[in-house]
């Protein structure tokens, strides 16, 4: 089952994995590549940093070449 699949088949979805290999940033594109804002759904992520929240909204804008599409909140 992939991870679009689990989340959309399950209440809650646990995603363990090493530092770095693309939960934060891969995740979400990855649903917002399937529809889940359609309708105005938003995609929240949480992140226990200032700087790594920041970052984070910079790249996933950039590796979905609409930097409009993404925000973050501190």
């Known amino acids: 089952m ?5 989340i959309s088949e399950n209440a809650v ?5 090493e530092t ?3 939960k934060t940033t891969q995740i979400p ?5 399937s ?5 105005g759904h938003l995609i929240g992520i949480t992140e226990p940093r200032r ?3 920041i970052s984070m909204s910079q790249r996933v804008g950039v590796e979905l070449n609409d930097p409009s599409i993404v925000s973050y909140q501190v």
Do not use: D, H, R, W
Request: glycine fraction near 12%.
């Open 51 to 53: 700087v790594a929240a």
């Open 29 to 33: 594109q990855f649903l917002y590549e």
């Open 2 to 6: 992939n991870i679009v699949e689990a």
């Open 35 to 39: 529809g889940y804002t359609s309708k």
């Open 20 to 22: 770095g290999s693309g």
């Open 13 to 17: 979805v646990i995603v363990s994995s």
